[in-house]
């Protein structure tokens, strides 16, 4: 029944009926429009159709592509000022703002990146985009107008910024009217005339009136349409005569107006409606439950019929009365197409408040508290609170953030720093009284980055907690040495995060489902030191509890995991299966849940080490449309470097780059070393990758002076192995190696001793030590051949080839080696059908597959998000095919490539 918040933001207001068109303004905006300028600014005080215009604007003009974006207090944070100006986007081009997602998710960016992204996305739109900011006026955060000056000043063609407010914004408005890039529309401006105030009577009003009487009417509002409507309600039911008396006494400025019209218009409703009105003020935003839970508490529920001209009262639903209110014309917004949300003018709403003050002091407390209960039996949390704290009722404002908190399964930053916006707002003793909220306190302290403040709760909470010996107080500390473990584990402190763990299984039932979570650290601590067999326990351990609690989908994350320990110990087809395994469980209601995006991960790297790139590209593809569906930042840093490994080899060097930057700027968010170091190593396999050896080489210097982590580091040392390599030192890679490969076997490191064994092969190779490595390399092959390995042969380029070629001239595994040297082959990993082409200068594989995207009907900013490549790129990839087919448009490429049999017949 209820529309998410979002939807009532993003909501166009549609004309209203018999409006009085105003085409002189009209025309203006149409104007700037046509010239090409950057801004319209509407901006007139409260009540003067700002609004209205320019949705009357949008529908009478045709279809233009436009995002609207209402605007209230809450949005002057930046980070949900960009997340609800995305969504306003994303309505007309789904395309845009998936950068400033991402950048929203994985840390928290400093306006010029979220701009940049922003102006990036648009500018490669297909068509121009009206973007409307309503009710600007009501944002106070100078970094968010620090953005849209940005966006001002860096705007491309094809955007044009219309922003509706009560005054002026600090912008560069100056600026902007010197270059003649503004078009202004102002109080004078929108003021009705004499003529205009007369058709409005007439036409929506439904009043006929003198000429000198709508005269009389204008000159005494000014041409205030909120005025002149208030005034229209008053004068409904009354004859010539009456009107006539009414406009001839009517002065004042307009508060004066507003406070007597107000009263007015209350006074020419039925006692029912005005009691309707009064007791539904509180309300930001109405619904029929929700006003009838105010009206009469949660339990009653009116069942009556309703009709316009019927007797109200208490027998008729909210619903029924919303309804009427609208076709009333009083004073009441919808805020959705369905017409199950509303919300009164502001100005009435304000004045309703201030009546119902006077009128029943006191009562507003009663009011709010019943519509916090409706919110917060609704799931409404955020307006439970905020009611609950008007009617001074700070303990069930703090149960509802108890409640709230405990429902959130995975902390996002968002969630975090809503919980403490929710705790600034409560009394400290309401949250002092319940432990639980002060351990989520804690938590969100963490979450947004503020680590030490939050570990220093945790601490005060944990002593606050040891006296105690009430199973809750129990449940509290299982809690708190899981918290313990779970940010230990984040941070690399292996030892640490076990002993939490560990401390946190011990406190509990072998049969409690609670066990999973600190079974699930206790086994990525173990996966982080490389002690694989141990890690494979504990997963399998968590997993069963969660089975046997009956809730697998939320098992899926754990397989995964579970497949990570078996990729380490270099069983890829096992771990494959897994990846099944998890994929299959982790649905609920039919759809995979957002953690099954890291089935994507690691099947990805699964299908890598195969050579099956088209086929790791698809499950990264997938698996990042999941986490981000999910708000899951932790892990996209693997993601995207996995990714870049798979655009280097297809061939795709500046793929390849892009991701690896975002993965980079992922890592800088986490402030996690470990991580950092990583990510760098991925990178610098990139750089030898594209024969930039000297950046290799400053990467491990830089490396050899990081001291001991408590992290296993294979994957970097390996690394640093292929680096010495590179640089013609295979004796320092051979000792290297010698070191850690006894302690990859031992700990049952399988899939890094593959690795290791191809590397030694080809630094004994270097050395002239041909018989042991051939010795070496038959043992990387004789553990590599029933997983299917292929890259890590392949990446080590010619000099593996030839050791191979070798190595099948003297029967060493043929079949396997025969179909390896193939891989060696550009083309041996295409993912498209490359058929036989009659040109002078072939296609390459990345125009195909531009080609390939064009034939489907992609335009060229899909073909970018679709290949993960800059707009410029798929560009300069269809001009080369234009070149080489001898055409000039998209059509005639793919008619001349199908003609020519490069692409496949209809």
Sequence with gaps: MATPLLATKLYIPPPRPNLVLRPRLIERLDEGLRQGRKLTLVSAPAGFGKTTLVSEWIHTSGTRRVAWLSLDEGDSDPGRFFTYLVAALQGIDPAIGQEVQHLLEAAQPSIEPLVAALIN????????????????????????????????????????????????????????????????????????TAEEVAAFLERSMGLHISPSGGAALEEHTEGWIAGLQMAALSMQNRDEEGAARFIDGFSGRHHFILDYLTDEVLRQQPE????????????????????????????????????????????????????????????????????????????????????????????????????????????????????ALEAGDSSLAADVAERAARKITTW????????????????????????????????????????????????????????GDSPETAHLLETVAADRASYAVVRGEVAQAADYARRALARLPEDSPSRARPASILGLAALRAGWVAEAREAFSQAIAVIKAAGIPFAAAPLMCNLAEVQFVQGQLRRAAQTCEEAAQMGTLDGAPTPSVGFVGLEMAQIAYEQNDLEAAEHHIVTGLELLRRGRIALGLERVYATLARVRQAQGDGEGATVAIQKATEIVKGHDIPYLSILVSAYQTRLWLAQDRTELAGRWA???????????????????????LLAQDVPNEALALLQKLLPQAESAGRMGRAVEMYALQALALQMLGEGKRALDGLARALELAEPEGYARLFVETGEPMAALLREAAARGVAPAYVTGLLGAFSPSAHASITSYAQPLAEPLTERELEVLH????????????????????????HARNIYGKLGVHRRRQAVAQARALGILPPR
């Excluded at 996002?412 to 949250?431: C, G, I, K, N, Y």
Aim: hydrophobic share 45%; net charge negative; glycine share 4%.
């Design 121 to 192: 996305d648009i500018a490669a739109a297909p068509a121009p985009i009206v973007l409307v900011l309503d009710d600007y006026h009501t944002l106070t955060e100078p970094a968010v107008h620090r953005a849209v000056a940005l966006l001002l000043e860096r705007q491309p063609p094809s955007l044009h910024l219309v922003i509706v407010t009560r005054h002026d914004p600090p912008l560069p408005l100056p600026l902007l009217r010197g270059r003649g890039e503004i078009t202004e529309i102002r109080q004078n401006n929108l003021r009705f």
């Design 412 to 467: 996002s930053r968002l969630d975090a720093a809503t919980f403490l916006d929710w705790l600034d707002a409560l009394p400290q003793e309401a949250v002092r009284a319940r432990p639980w909220l002060r351990l989520f306190a804690s938590r969100s302290l963490y979450v947004t980055g503020r680590r030490e403040a939050g570990e220093r709760m945790l601490d005060d909470f944990e002593r606050s907690l040891e006296k």
């Design 272 to 387: 029912p409606m005005q009691a309707f009105l009064l007791c539904t003020a509180i309300l930001e935003r109405l619904c029929g439950p929700l006003c009838d839970a105010v009206r009469f508490g949660v339990a009653e529920t009116p069942r009556s019929s309703f009709g316009t001209a019927a007797v109200l009262d208490s027998a008729f639903s909210g619903q029924q009365i919303l309804e009427y209110l609208e076709r009333a014309n009083l004073f009441i917004v919808p805020l959705d197409d369905e017409r199950h949300w509303y919300r009164y003018h502001r100005l009435f709403s304000d004045l309703l408040r201030v009546r119902l003050l006077e009128t029943q002091p006191g009562r507003s407390i009663e009011l709010h508290r019943r519509a916090a209960v409706w919110h917060d039996a609704n799931g409404f949390a955020a307006e439970a609170i905020r009611h």
């Design 853 to 876: 995207l064009i034939a489907e009907g992609l335009t060229n900013p899909e073909i970018a998000q679709h290949l993960f490549i800059s707009l410029p790129t798929v560009k300069s």
């Design 701 to 723: 210097r830089d490396y050899r002076k990081v001291g001991e982590t408590e992290v296993l580091r294979e994957f970097e040392d390996l690394t640093l192995a292929r680096v």
